[in-house]
């Protein structure tokens, strides 16, 4: 298994901190990750993506030319990444904030209502969330009950009461595409 | 992990405590993490005015018997030039990251390997070498650490550690438990504390030519004696390899996808990757082009490491060259099209 994701959005998003929570779970799964993120001089509300491999070998070259899996949690990022996006592969798109249909053809795409649904959860902020669990439902590149397990690992025991939230919205992802 | 902090990890394992430097994208992590964890295992973490300040103080702090570090990216790296230089010439060990970005000038703060002429042709004035090691994953990253720290101290030289941007800013697993334990030595040569013994002085003024002469032919000596002993590299399915591809850091990494995927359409096809880059393995690349038929350099760059596989080679072989720069990546697609290119070439001459 050699999975490749963009993760694309607007800075704030979430979209850097999906990867490394996607990559940690990995590698609490034994499996090899990378997560390299567009650096550059930006700031919140600017563009932000990262690359994520995760695989069962080792990985080769860390860089994302062609992904597997596309989020696009803003328009811009869609429109920037959409033609990279692997013959067959899939593209999340966050339809709350996306109203385009996407133009090619030869690409699978999942309609996420992400900012709404986590707005019914009562914290916007969870979108990202939400996508992951719309991924983790078609490609199980790690399974989510791992996804529970890694933030409890990168959160400090003070944000330990947010896991059940991030539960709930891996859910509401899931549901979706389910 | 990201790479930058596995760095300054991997410092604290080898037993650095002293970390003098000027924040620079892509390599501010690095500071920033010893900044947090140096005051916790007694570290010395001080941010100088400039990286003309930090060399000097890296200088300073090596001539005491310390184990330092410094860090930089391209431009703060010419900055410290002239302190490496000093460094050399004085025969302190230290050890500098240059985690690059795309030049020349200020340039971008996007990956680049533009610095390699600088690093490995002595950047500075004079007669000197810079022991170069060339990373290739955040877990190499953290190893090299004390890898260079021993072979700065074993030689009496500065040692560099080349990365780009993408190493410095990716995350990878790194298992700092398994990483070797560094040797630190006793350095009797080191000033202060004089007790009943000689004045320790270092200089790296000469002003009787004789002696400079005497001083430089030393210093060759030791070069040469570091390229005959600590050359190191990587191959990658070169034995029966038609067409080599030499590639060092993350590239060689994307070259490595290319050639399995040439590897699947019958091209036989491998990879040479130099981690020493001074002194660069030129053994081992005649070794690994024995089968070869054609050799092809890849670089984020125009072309710099290109020319010591040329100079290694001596002609025997076409070495062809493809490069990107100012912060572009070679796509394994793009590097895989260079292989086929060059196998239909040679079956042209056939």
């Not at chain 2, 941010?47 to 890296?58: D, K, L, P, R, Y």
């Not at chain 2, 993350?250 to 096809?269: D, N, P, Q």
């Not at chain 2, 100012?326 to 394994?332: E, F, L, N, R, V």
């Amino acid at each position: 298994m050699l999975k490749q994701l963009i993760l694309a959005g607007f800075g704030g998003q979430g979209v850097l901190s999906m990867g490394k929570i996607l990559a940690q779970s990995g590698m609490v799964e034994g499996k090899e990750v990378t997560w390299i993120p567009s650096y550059g001089p930006e700031m919140r509300g600017g563009t932000a993506n990262c690359a994520v491999t995760v695989s069962t070998s080792p990985i080769n070259s860390p860089l994302v030319a062609e992904p597997d899996i596309l989020v696009a949690m803003s328009l811009p990022s869609l429109e920037k990444f959409e033609p990279t996006v692997k013959l067959g592969g899939k593209v999340f798109v966050n339809s709350s904030l996306i109203k385009v249909e996407v133009k090619r053809k030869d690409i699978t795409v999942y309609q996420v209502p992400a900012n709404e649904l986590a707005d019914e959860l009562g914290e916007v902020r969870i979108a990202n969330m939400v996508m992951l669990g719309a991924i983790l439902a078609t490609e199980p590149i790690v399974k989510s009950a791992t996804v529970l397990e890694a933030l409890k690992k990168v959160l400090p025991s003070s944000k330990h009461h947010l896991i059940s939230l991030n539960a709930q919205a891996l859910q509401a992802g899931a549901n979706v595409v389910g | 992990m990201k790479g930058n902090e596995a760095i300054g990890e991997a410092a604290i394992a080898a037993g650095c405590r002293y970390f003098f430097g000027y924040p620079i994208t892509p390599q501010s992590e690095l500071p920033e993490y010893l900044a947090r964890r140096f005051p916790e295992v007694g570290g010395v973490y001080l941010q100088a005015e400039s990286e003309v300040a930090a060399i000097n103080m890296v200088y300073g702090a090596a001539a005491t018997g310390a184990r330092v570090l410094t860090s930089s990216s391209s431009p703060g790296i010419s900055l410290k030039q002239e302190g490496i230089s000093y460094a050399a010439g004085s025969e302190l060990p230290c050890l500098i990251v240059n985690i690059m970005r795309g030049g020349p000038g200020l340039g971008g703060i996007q990956p680049a390997q533009s610095d390699y002429f600088q690093a490995t042709k002595g950047g500075g004035h004079g007669d000197y070498k810079v022991i170069v090691l060339a990373p290739a994953s955040v877990q190499e990253l953290a190893d090299m650490v004390g890898t260079g720290f021993d072979l700065a101290d074993k030689y009496r030289n500065p040692a560099m550690i080349l990365g780009d941007g993408f190493l410095g800013q990716m995350m990878e697993p790194v298992d700092f438990a398994g990483i070797k334990k560094s040797k630190i030595v006793e350095k009797t040569w080191a000033v202060g504390c004089k007790k009943g013994r000689e004045r320790n002085v270092h200089t790296s003024l000469y002003l009787d030519p004789e002696e400079l002469e005497k001083h430089n032919i030393k210093l060759a000596q030791k070069y040469e004696l570091i390229a005959e002993n600590e050359t190191m590299a990587q191959e990658y399915l070169t034995e029966d390899a038609e067409i080599v591809v030499v590639a060092y850091g993350l590239v060689a990494r994307i070259c490595k996808a290319a050639v399995e995927k040439a590897r699947s359409e019958g091209i036989r096809a491998g990879v040479f990757r130099p981690i020493t880059l001074w002194p660069f393995p030129q053994k081992e690349l005649r070794k690994a082009v024995a089968a070869a038929r054609g050799v092809l350099a890849v670089e984020m760059s125009m072309g710099q490491m290109v020319e010591d596989v040329r100079l290694c080679l001596e002609g025997r072989l076409p070495v062809r060259f493809y490069g990107r720069a100012g912060g572009m990546a070679p796509t394994t697609q793009a590097v895989y099209e260079e292989i086929k290119k060059i196998s239909l070439e040679c079956k042209g001459v056939e």
